[in-house]
């Protein structure tokens, strides 16, 4: 199956986020081998307008790696208890970027991080290229449910209500 090149993550996140739905995150490491995990509900974050975005209150050695071109992951610590492995998206300096909510059998952003191993040594690495993280295509394009983002009265409206929210219908 084919890697998802530069091109592919010069989309903005919202596009991106139903894009990538049904993809496959593929790891590899000496001792696991190659294991993929279908990607089953995404969230998007698009840029410096959008109040719910680490990118909205401008530039952060936080939030750094938002500001590179799409296709580096940007993994950030929340709670104290957990990584957040989000996809950035669009050209560089366009802070965009893509949540994996749940990928297959990891349900909850904080949960699909810990199953797949992913920490903050993570941040920045680029999907293009990297020997040990990349999306592939394999092909399904399933049915969407768009949904509001979750987690995220603290921005208010109207970004709260955004359906920027995506998961995998069940229904055939």
Known sequence: MPRLDEKFYRGDAVSLAQLLTGMDIVLTSPVSGLKR????????????????????????????????????????????????????????????????????????????????????SFNGEDLTISKRIWVEDNGFKPSLIAGPRVGINYAGEPWISMPWRFMISKNK
């Open 37 to 120: 995990f279908m990607i089953t509900e995404t969230e998007a974050y698009l840029g410096t307008d959008d109040k719910a975005c680490h990118a909205s209150k401008g530039r952060t050695q936080r939030n750094e790696i938002m500001f590179y071109r799409g296709g580096h992951l940007y993994v950030y610590f929340v709670y104290g208890v957990h990584w957040m492995m989000n996809i950035v998206t669009g050209d560089k300096d366009d802070p965009q970027a893509v949540l994996i909510r749940s990928a297959e059998p990891y349900s909850g952003p904080g949960r699909v991080s810990r199953g797949l191993g992913i920490d903050g």
